[in-house]
């Protein structure tokens, strides 16, 4: 069974920078792909950035060149570098492992407590 910890999650202004975390458990972390996501109220939940187990990532427009993600497997960990935050980024973070079956990704584990991000302006 897969568990996911967000942790990380504030309140900032804009401009200012925040460094979510995502511990996993469950699975064998290292051969996993793993995304973070968010869901702002009233809207849907979405892909904000993927790294797959080789390192490659892959960002939505929204956050490229402000946001970076990385994982440490030794710790079973995914983090979310957020920076230059915009009110529009306020939103519910999670954080899920992923796995392809062309030709789409789905989500591996439920989904757990996100954190919460709000960035005032």
């Known amino acids: 069974q897969v568990q996911l910890v967000e942790s990380g999650g504030g309140l900032v202004q804009a401009g200012g920078s925040l460094r979510l975390s995502c511990a996993a458990s469950?699975?064998?972390?290292?051969?996993?792909?793993m995304g973070w996501y968010r869901q702002a109220p009233g809207k849907q939940r979405e892909l904000v950035a993927a790294i797959t187990s080789g390192g490659s990532t892959d960002y939505a427009d929204s956050v490229k060149g402000r946001f970076t993600i990385s994982r440490d497997n030794a710790k079973n960990t995914v983090y979310l570098q957020m920076n230059s935050l915009k009110p529009e980024d306020t939103a519910v973070y999670y954080c899920?492992?992923?796995?392809?079956?062309?030709?789409?990704?789905?989500?591996?584990?439920?989904w757990g407590q996100g954190t919460q991000v709000t960035v005032s302006s």
């Open positions: 899920n492992a992923r796995t392809y079956t062309g030709p789409i990704w789905r989500e591996i584990g439920s």
């Open positions: 469950g699975i064998i972390f290292s051969i996993n792909a």
